[in-house]
């Protein structure tokens, strides 16, 4: 069972340059969730999916999308990167909604210059 | 504006001493969640407290949760360096999203 998984660990991007973060789990959990952490700040939700086929906007959707095409898979793309998306970027999963336990990948770091 | 206020932001005490942290805010939540971050991991859920005055432990960690649901505290005695990190408190009011505090990052020093 390797829970929640993220690709890559790092990246390094320039301004205007697009990509794709890679997030599967294998719990079957039908909640998932993307959050980036930027330093001192906490942890802010960019989208999130309630089950397949399903998403939504977090607090800070600008700039990403999503797709929720399995019930495994949620990656998140970032189109025409900027220097304010660099951050620690983070996905989770949950059985049920939010009030219940959130399991976490490891992250991905990226740096945007 | 950031709902939920954590404090100390940073704390480093020697091991063996107690501390306590601070989780505060305006707002009463339906739950409120504490998370622990170790460098380069995510986030691991330690506790969910629901009800006003709860408290719960697990082993060396005391949570509590304010009578008013407003606040909480972690209370951790004897501290080890196994306790070093970043802890977290999110809370959750009824159908919004799960909101997290900006951090208590935590030093045991052996």
């Known amino acids: 069972n390797a829970g929640v998984t993220q690709t890559p660990k790092f990246r390094i991007l320039k301004i205007g340059q697009s990509m794709t973060l890679q997030c599967t789990q294998d719990?079957?959990?039908?909640?998932m969730y993307w959050y980036r952490q930027d330093p001192g700040m906490g942890l802010k939700l960019i989208y999130y999916?309630?089950?397949?086929?399903?998403?939504d906007k977090g607090e800070v959707p600008n700039g990403y999308n999503v797709s929720r095409s399995t019930t495994e898979d949620f990656p998140l793309r970032l189109e025409l990167a900027a220097p304010s998306q660099t951050s620690v970027y983070f996905c989770?999963?949950?059985?049920?909604?939010?009030?219940?336990?959130?399991?976490f990948g490891p992250g991905t770091r990226l740096t945007v210059t | 504006t950031q709902l939920l206020e954590q404090s100390p932001q940073f704390l480093s005490i020697q091991e063996g001493e107690n501390l306590t942290v601070y989780c505060n805010s305006s707002?009463?939540?339906?739950?409120l969640q504490w998370y622990r971050q170790e460098p380069g991991e995510g986030p691991v859920l330690l506790v969910t407290?629901?009800?006003?005055?709860e408290v719960k432990k697990l082993k060396r960690l005391t949570f509590q949760f304010g009578d008013a649901r407003k606040d909480s505290s972690l209370h951790i005695t004897a501290a080890q360096p196994g306790d070093t990190g970043l802890y977290l408190c999110?809370?959750?009011?009824?159908?919004?999203?799960?909101?997290f505090g900006t951090g208590t990052r935590l030093t045991i020093i052996p």
């Open positions: 719990m079957n959990h039908n909640y």
């Open positions: 989770a999963s949950s059985y049920m909604g939010q009030g219940y336990e959130q399991y």
């Open positions: 707002s009463v939540f339906s739950s």
């Open positions: 999916s309630v089950g397949a086929g399903i998403t």
């Open positions: 999110a809370g959750i009011k009824g159908n919004e999203k799960l909101t």
């Open positions: 407290v629901v009800t006003g005055g």
